[in-house]
């Protein structure tokens, strides 16, 4: 009885056991997963934190590299300045609004500097990454010095914020190279969570970070950033710092300071002191000026206006102040050497001569007689003068600049010729500045006129050929294509950087000349059309006469682009016009003609007449180019006479001694259409251009035209 009575209380306690040891095994299982949670997965988050609340990380910035010139002549460097930096873990509760009331009065902050304030706060605070409020966010950026003072002298009721020593941004240049420099601005949140996953810390961006925005500073600006440090030090609860002895002990020495890296020096091919001069030269509200060097494609000068001042873009610009520059009708935040694009007007025949020469349409010395209109079918085009320049052969043409030469050439080639040519000179495409997007332009064809307007007819050649309809170009293609005329053929891709040093000036990267092709051309033609540029500007009569220089015999092409139709309004000046309705002024030349160095291109926004409004400035920046270059031959005549080193240019104004690098192979030639008939299809080689007069050259069969305007003035 005894025996089974034991059973029956084991047979009894059994379930009571099993249950027991569930429950423990269950417990123990719950505290091996926290346990795992704690030390495993999270283990480093809850590390982190553990470590925050001793120990406050601060940044700290890189010198940006500085930009220079050819001739080093500092244009962008750093100046010392302090921003100030919150962290929101060490301010909480009836704290936080205690300091944001300080801060506002302390930093005289705007309301909308306020509101900042408080939804990055918001943001630090609510963020899912609990690590997020240790994390110091910006404030105030750049504060004067008497706001330094005085917040020094309040730190013991900040404890939360930081004064931190930044370098930031002394534009040296001002607006006159804004759009080149560009400017600083932060980082947004997009482009912080876009860098967050980044292998390497230095392309990952943090709140409160510069980076630089348009022109050089940002397409450069992995380059000129550097490599951020980093300052642990050790605080209390409440984020003020330690003294230093717990420093020592609570910090290993090895994480103190982790010091920051400068970021390289860029070294332009822009002359400080032709940037200037082209800056005083050019007259106009509205316009673009480009300096090229014709035997490299560097460039020497761009001015772009109106422009803004990178200084006071680089720190907190208020909205009142960005709504004012963006609604400005004159778009100062464009670059119009590039990112903006104009019909050409007459600066474009030199395109449709050789298009012509090329295609065998026309010879050098073939005659068109110019009676100061151009009929085709039932639509009737005026030349520029009414009562016509009579006999005319292409040097005489673009001497004159006689629109009835160019209208007559349209019709023969039609549109395929003068598009195939103008592409090889670069226009209708980017030229790959390193400057960063950039505007193509428009190089009318078959196919966008038939997309665009259903039917294509020769009147849009016609139209095309004074650079008038929808073709439209930009400054720097001008000075691109105009350097492959002045140099024999060789399409060099634009550039602005010479050179990357580090910050101790050791060379990282050579940027060596881009040649994006090399064009061939029949016998004649570029010498034809060189003399007639030449003509445009030495010989009486031709356009640009007038600005002619006594010191270096130049070439070029004056330009008058119309804005709106001429109708009753073909006879007024400039000046007794609507500004907005004046024609565009054009001038882009190349020097000296025989052997050429520079081009220089100008367009001056309804400045009204190339010759007066836009070929006086080039006249004068050739003029000043030469002067400085005898300028700085003498000096290094006087350093070699002392035994002293002469200074290494980066990009000479005589040619530089660079390698050549071929971008891509040069394109094919389109098959020449017959001839048509007439003297102009005769197969004999082209003769030297010639000023007397020959024969009228019998014009091919006319067809009717689109509905254009009555007629364009492009001179």
Not at 148 to 174: F, N, Q, T, W
Not at 240 to 246: G, I, K, P, V
Request: with cysteine.
């Amino acid at each position: 009885m005894l025996v089974r009575r034991d059973a029956d209380d084991i047979r009894e306690i059994r379930p009571r056991t099993a249950l027991g040891a569930l429950v423990v095994v269950c417990a123990m299982l719950v505290l091996l997963a926290r346990l795992y949670q704690l030390q495993i997965a999270r283990g480093d988050d809850y590390y982190a934190q553990s470590i925050s609340n001793y120990r406050k990380s601060l940044p700290v910035p890189a010198d940006r590299g500085l930009i220079k010139d050819r001739r080093g002549t500092i244009l962008v460097e750093n100046r010392p300045s302090f921003d100030v930096y919150l962290t929101p873990a060490f301010c909480k509760g009836k704290a936080k609004d205690e300091v944001f009331e300080k801060l506002t009065g302390y930093l005289r902050m705007e309301a909308d500097d306020v509101e900042r304030m408080k939804r990055d706060y918001d943001k630090s605070v609510q963020s899912a990454d609990r690590l997020e409020r240790f994390k110091p966010y910006l404030v105030a950026l750049d504060i004067p010095r008497d706001q330094v003072d005085e917040l020094e002298s309040h730190k013991g009721e900040l404890s939360c914020i930081d004064l931190i020593p930044e370098p930031h941004r002394s534009y040296k240049a001002g607006q006159s190279m804004g759009h080149i420099l560009g400017y600083m601005s932060e980082v947004t949140p997009e482009e912080i969570e876009g860098t967050a996953n980044l292998d390497d810390p230095a392309d990952r961006f943090r709140r409160g970070q510069t980076i630089g925005r348009r022109g050089l500073e940002r397409r450069y600006d992995r380059d000129l950033r550097g490599r951020e440090g980093k300052e642990n030090v050790a605080v209390d609860a409440q984020g003020r710092r330690l003294d230093e002895q717990a420093n020592q002990l609570l910090i290993p020495e090895d994480e103190r300071l982790v010091p920051s890296k400068p970021g390289n020096t860029l070294v332009l091919s822009i002359d400080n002191r032709l940037q200037e001069l082209a800056d005083q030269a050019f007259p106009g509200r509205a316009g673009a000026v480009v300096v090229m060097e014709a035997k490299t494609g560097f460039v020497l000068a761009m001015v772009s206006r109106p422009s803004y001042d990178p200084n006071k873009m680089s720190l907190r610009i208020s909205r009142a102040e960005m709504t004012a520059l963006n609604e400005d009708p004159l778009k100062p935040l464009i670059n119009r050497a590039m990112n903006e694009n104009y019909h050409p007007g007459s600066t474009f025949k030199p395109v449709v001569g050789m298009a012509a020469l090329e295609r065998g349409v026309i010879t050098p010395s073939g005659i068109v007689n110019c009676p100061g209109r151009f009929t085709m079918g039932n639509h009737t085009w005026r030349c520029d003068k009414p009562s016509g320049h009579g006999p005319m052969d292409l040097k005489r043409g673009l001497q004159f600049s006689c629109d009835v030469y160019f209208y007559a050439l349209g019709e023969r080639l039609g549109i395929e010729p003068i598009a195939d040519m103008a592409r090889q000179l670069g226009y209708g495409a980017p030229t790959n500045l390193d400057l960063g997007r950039e505007n193509g332009g428009i190089i009318p064809d078959t196919e966008s006129i038939v997309k665009t307007y259903g039917a294509y007819t020769k009147g849009f050649a016609v139209n095309a050929s004074i650079g008038q309809g929808d073709v439209n170009v930009t400054p720097l293609q001008q000075a691109v294509a105009y350097a492959a005329i002045a140099n024999g053929g060789t399409v060099f891709r634009p550039q602005l950087v010479r050179r990357i040093e580090t910050w101790d000036g050791q060379t990282v990267k050579e940027f060596p000349p881009l040649i994006e092709r090399k064009l061939e051309f029949k016998p004649g033609t570029l010498d034809t059309v060189r003399a007639g540029l030449l003509a445009v500007v030495s010989s009486p009569g031709g356009t640009a006469y007038g600005v002619r220089s006594q010191e270096v015999s130049f070439a070029g092409k004056t330009g008058t682009a119309q804005v709106v139709a001429l109708g009753a309004r073909q006879k007024l000046k400039p000046e007794e016009q609507a500004f907005l309705s004046r024609d565009h002024a054009w001038f882009v030349s190349y020097a000296p003609a025989a052997d050429p160095e520079i081009v220089v291109a100008v367009i001056n926004e309804h400045g009204g007449w190339g010759a007066s409004a836009a070929a006086p400035t080039a006249a004068k920046i050739i003029e000043g180019y030469f002067k400085l270059k005898k300028e700085d031959d003498e000096a290094a005549q006087k350093l070699a006479l002392e035994g002293k080193p002469i200074p290494v240019l980066t990009s000479t104004l005589s040619p530089v001694q660079a390698p050549l690098v071929m971008r891509g192979p040069p394109p094919t030639p389109a098959p020449a259409p017959t001839p048509a008939p007439g003297p102009a299809a005769s197969p004999e080689p082209p003769a030297p251009p010639s000023d007397t007069p020959e024969p009228p050259e019998a014009l091919p069969p006319q067809e009717s035209a689109p509905a254009q305007p009555e007629a364009q003035r492009s001179n």
